[in-house]
């Protein structure tokens, strides 16, 4: 597999990380404000605004893939 593919799998895979992040917030009918957990998500790593380039290009990454699907929380 292609360096680019394995860096695209990690991205995907960690949870909390940024992509996994716009995919929640995406799903949960929350503003697109770039964010993460540091070492974990929720009360295992620590909530961060404070992200590179990279990261913000990760959580818009994961918002659009999970706006293509349109799931979204039935509140309802």
């Known amino acids: 597999m292609g ?25 949960y009918g929350r503003n697109s404000d770039p964010h993460c957990y540091r070492g974990g998500c929720n009360l295992k790593g620590q909530y961060t605004e404070s992200l590179t380039q990279q990261e913000i290009k990760e959580f818009h990454a994961g918002w659009d893939d999970a ?3 349109g799931f979204r929380k039935d509140y309802d």
């Open 3 to 27: 360096r680019v593919n394995d860096m695209t799998i990690k991205m995907r895979e960690r949870v909390g990380g940024p992509f996994d992040c716009g995919v929640r917030t995406y799903y």
């Open 67 to 69: 706006q293509e699907s």
